[in-house]
């Protein structure tokens, strides 16, 4: 009885513990919301209340006729371009990512320095922005679809290479240690137990990156002159909100589609 009622306070210390631990949490979200906004002077009042005019103003103005429409052909032709360029850039990103997984996981790393050197080179291309990829690149490559494939070509390139390391990493040890006490060669190992077992996640991480990527090549596009978000772009500076709102609408039913292609695919694979 008195090792059930010690068993009992402690359930309860550990529960209070962890209710202390989410409410000072809180607190610190709340002040860092405070300081926040008195330092960059956003009074969150105020832009609660914005809500209602802004939403009011999105309805008057962000709607398109029948005229408009006219010009769906060209959304849907650089729409197209768009997607294109985010799947041909997120799937040789991942060529190269995997290749640099292989050397940087310890599961399957050569050597010490190679794994380093690799996980240095994808945690640099991985923490430059895509926008500031695009940046740097318009002005070697200047404003074309090249650009805009290099940009989302060496943002994807370090996340997916982080990605499937952790997935190499998180293969089973049993099968590349029973391969190796056959007598299998290194290439043997990575392409009869490593690659097999981790290629169902790494190719749901390309998908991922495929819809990402079509987000973020409208961005993109808008920096290098190119695709969707060259158009976009076009209308926004024109003040035609008809076609910015046909644009915007052509982009969101297109992100949806993939999304749900993609999770299709995922259920099946994985």
Known sequence: MEKSSSIHATDINIIRKKHMKLFITGLILLA???VSGSITNYNHIDGLASIPAALQWLFANMYFSGSTLSRLPTVLRLLWETILISIVSTTTAAFFAMIFAIVGSKRTSVNGFLMYFAKLVASISRNIPVVAWALIL?????TNAATGFLALFFGTFGFLVRAFIETIDETSGDTVEALK??????????SKAV?????????????????TNIRSATLVGLLTGTGIGYLFDLYYK???YEMVSLITLAIVVAVLIIE??????RREIL
Not at 260 to 265: G, H, K, R
Request: charged content about 5%; glycine content about 4%.
């Open 260 to 265: 749900a292609i993609s999770n299709l695919i």
């Open 32 to 34: 860092l919301i405070i």
């Open 138 to 142: 318009v002005l070697s490559f200047g």
């Open 181 to 190: 006490a056959t007598g299998a060669t290194y290439p043997q190992v990575i």
């Open 195 to 211: 690659i097999p077992e981790s290629m169902p996640q790494m190719f749901s991480w390309v998908l991922f990156m495929i819809e």
């Open 238 to 240: 024109q003040l035609n």
